[in-house]
């Protein structure tokens, strides 16, 4: 058993396992360890360090089997400890974690912030959060520059939901170590949280640069953007930012659809009433038939052609719309009698025989929908109004 490696060659592929490992290469980093352990397999060093990699690549089993396999062979190295009660915190054993971090603190009195860091976490996940804060501040006034012990406050704020203090050891943290895939983490989490969604994406983001299949990122990042789509939809200065379009649309409907539905109601009623009062009344071919079942409702519908005086020009059903040979509908002694006789009876007006319906509609049965289309059309003037002066109000309000 040695505590740190005696062999040059086990000596050297230690050492590109630390700067594997402090440039936040854990792979490269357990791999140099891996390779260092074939040729000293009982340095408790190398084997703490594998475990502290192992545990950042969330293998935290593996971890311990390090951690306790380095005690087995050096019960006094206080790293050991620490690996251990830092994996004992990541199983939610908080009260294992303080006595292991304890245990370090007194066999290794040279680095105590390393320990502190340990304790102020062991009482955090006890929800201890005062003790955990003065640990975890005494550790930063011996060491300011442990990125991790800064990284651990922060985590205490934000179960404290101080955001602020949170976001400011994050931020610190990422100065000490900028590609730091756990810290941009917490600080997208801490963002999404206040509500600041575009800066939470941004965060994750840039934790998936540094490590691409980190699970909690990938997660964040998705549940963001479907965050960030709501608040666009209902963000009132997204909607003022898109106004132009929107009046361009109210323009439309008031200018364009509703003087067009009030038109062609107006007209549909007009011509009812001059074929009431002038039109003449004669016969027609039918052209077509069908009926259905509609719901348990039968509907009978023809089709029909008629010339005025003899003449080679054929009218049918029409509409002001300009569609021609329009399917009538008709009751069922009508639908038969046509379909008996081949011809129905319609009524036209002599200077206008394009403008004509059947008789059996005398008074017109589609009275009520031609006045419904000029309310209908009334009725979109009024809602688009509204809908401008609610605009104009909540913009005038905010």
């Not at 230690?14 to 340095?43: F, H, M, Q, T, V």
């Not at 087995?72 to 994996?87: F, H, N, V």
């Not at 206040?194 to 997660?219: D, F, I, R, S, V």
């Amino acid at each position: 058993m040695t505590r740190f490696p005696t062999n040059p060659e086990a000596k050297k592929l230690s050492g590109e396992g630390d700067r594997y490992y402090y440039l936040g290469d854990r792979n490269e980093a357990i791999k140099a360890y891996n390779a260092a352990l074939k040729i000293e397999p009982d340095c408790v060093y190398i084997l703490v360090q594998r475990g502290l990699a192992l545990q950042e690549n969330g293998l935290v089993k593996e971890a311990i089997r390090n951690y306790e396999q380095a005690i087995a062979l050096d019960p006094e190295y206080g790293r050991a400890y620490y690996g251990r009660a830092w994996a004992k915190g990541w199983k939610k054993d908080f009260q294992g974690e303080l006595m292991d971090a304890q245990k370090g603190y007194q066999l290794d009195p040279g680095n105590k912030s390393l320990y502190l860091r340990r304790i102020g976490s062991a009482y955090s996940g006890l929800n201890k959060f005062y003790e955990s804060i003065k640990a975890y501040s005494k550790a930063i006034e011996i060491n300011p520059r442990d990125e991790g012990t800064v990284y651990n406050r922060a985590l205490c704020y934000i179960k404290m939901k101080e955001y602020d203090l949170a976001l400011k050891d994050l931020d610190r943290a990422l100065e000490l170590d900028p590609d730091w895939d756990w810290a941009l983490f917490q600080k997208g989490l801490v963002h999404e949280e206040l509500g600041h969604y575009p800066a939470a994406h941004e965060n994750y983001e840039k934790a998936l640069q540094y490590n691409p299949h980190y699970g909690p990122a990938l997660e964040g990042r998705s549940r963001v953007r479907g965050k960030i789509s709501i608040k666009l939809r209902s963000d009132g200065t997204k909607k003022r930012s898109t106004g132009c379009l929107d009046y361009f649309f109210y323009i439309l409907l008031c200018l364009v659809v509703s003087p067009l539905m009030i038109y062609l109601g107006a007209s549909e009623i007009h011509d009812e009433n001059e074929l009431l009062n002038h039109g003449v009344t004669t016969n027609a071919v039918l052209v077509n038939s069908r009926s259905e079942n509609d719901k348990g409702r039968m509907l009978y519908e023809i089709q029909y052609k008629y010339s005025v005086n003899g003449g080679r020009t054929w009218y049918t059903c029409s509409d002001n719309t300009g569609r021609v040979n329009l399917w009538c509908p008709v009751t069922k002694i009508a639908w038969d009698t046509a379909r008996s006789t081949g011809v129905t009876t319609v009524k036209y007006l002599p200077d206008r025989p394009w403008i004509n319906r059947l008789v059996y509609h005398d008074p017109p049965s589609n009275f009520y929908d031609n006045l419904g289309a000029v309310f209908l059309g009334i009725a979109i003037f009024l809602v688009v109004g509204l809908l401008g002066f609610r605009k104009d109000f909540l913009r005038k309000s905010t």
